[in-house]
C-alpha cells in the first residue's frame, strides 16, 4: 500500500494564477517532506522541504504547508509561471534516510 | 562534470543480456541509491549504501546486483532481465549522517527490456 500518495496525475493552470499541489501519508512517523520536480529526460530536482515541528515553508514563489493532524501537505506556487511545468513529485523521509515517493502530479502552465 | 551523472543515458537489452549502469556523483557525498521509477509508479528505492556498505535492499530481484567500489561511484549490473524490469532507473546521492540534507538526483537511465 502506498504511504505517499499525490492523488491528482495532472493539473492545468493558467499563467500568473496560483498552483496548488496536493500529498497524502500515511505513517504518522514521518517527520520530513520534500517536493522535487521533474522535467523530461532529467532527474528530480530539490525544490523545498518541511520538518514537521513547522507547518508552513516558504522560498520565492513556492510554500509548503503541512498539515499533520490530517496527514496531508500541499505545495503552493504564486504566481505560476509556464517554466514551471513539470511533473512534482512529494516525497516523505524513511527511517533510512531514504525517501518514499509518489506518483507525481504533472503540472502544465498556460500562457 | 558536477552533480551525479549517469551513463548510458540510454539501454535497450535482451532479456540473455548482461549490463551494467554506472552512476558518479561529484558531490563529496557518502551515500548513493539507486531508484526505479515504472510508468504510472511512484519512484521506488531499490539499494542504499552508505559509507559504501550497503544499508537496505528494499527486497530487489537478484537479476539487479548493485556495487558501490567507492563513495563517488555506483554500479547496478543487470542479468536475465524479464520486459517488466523496463523502467527509468535513476541514481541519488546524499551527505550522511546529518544535518539533513536533500538527496541529488542523476538524470536516469532509460531502460527497455526486450
Known amino acids: 500500500d502506498q504511504q505517499v500518495k499525490q492523488n491528482s496525475p495532472s493539473l492545468s493552470v493558467q499563467e500568473g494564477r496560483i498552483s496548488i499541489l496536493n500529498c497524502d501519508y500515511t505513517n504518522s512517523m514521518f517527520d520530513y517532506f520534500l517536493w522535487y520536480k521533474k522535467y523530461p529526460a532529467e532527474g528530480p530536482t530539490f525544490l523545498i522541504s518541511?520538518?514537521?515541528?513547522?507547518d508552513k515553508n516558504e522560498d520565492g514563489r513556492f510554500t509548503v504547508f503541512l498539515n499533520k493532524s490530517a496527514k496531508h501537505l500541499s505545495l503552493h506556487i504564486v504566481p505560476s509561471q509556464p517554466g514551471d511545468s513539470a511533473v512534482y513529485f512529494c516525497?516523505?523521509?524513511?527511517?533510512?534516510?531514504?525517501?518514499?515517493f509518489g506518483k507525481g502530479t504533472k503540472l502544465s502552465v498556460k500562457p | 562534470e558536477t552533480g551525479v551523472t549517469q551513463t548510458p543515458r540510454h539501454l535497450v537489452m535482451g532479456m540473455t543480456n548482461k549490463k551494467s549502469l554506472k552512476c558518479e556523483q561529484h558531490?563529496?557525498?557518502?551515500?548513493m541509491y539507486w531508484y526505479k521509477q515504472s510508468a504510472k509508479k511512484p519512484l521506488e528505492l531499490m539499494f542504499v549504501?552508505?559509507?559504501?556498505?550497503?544499508?537496505e535492499n528494499n527486497s530487489v530481484p537478484s537479476r539487479f546486483s548493485p556495487e558501490c567500489p567507492n563513495s563517488s561511484h555506483l554500479f547496478l549490473h543487470l542479468h536475465t532481465l524479464q520486459p517488466e524490469d523496463s523502467a527509468l532507473y535513476l541514481c541519488?546521492?546524499?551527505?550522511?549522517?546529518?544535518?539533513?540534507?536533500?538527496?541529488?538526483f542523476g538524470p536516469g537511465t532509460r531502460l527497455l527490456v526486450l
Open positions: 518541511i520538518s514537521s515541528i513547522k
Open positions: 516525497a516523505a523521509e524513511g527511517s533510512q534516510g531514504n525517501l518514499i
Open positions: 549504501y552508505n559509507f559504501k556498505e550497503q544499508t
Open positions: 558531490l563529496g557525498h557518502n551515500a
Open positions: 541519488a546521492s546524499s551527505q550522511d549522517p546529518p544535518p539533513r540534507e536533500t538527496q541529488y
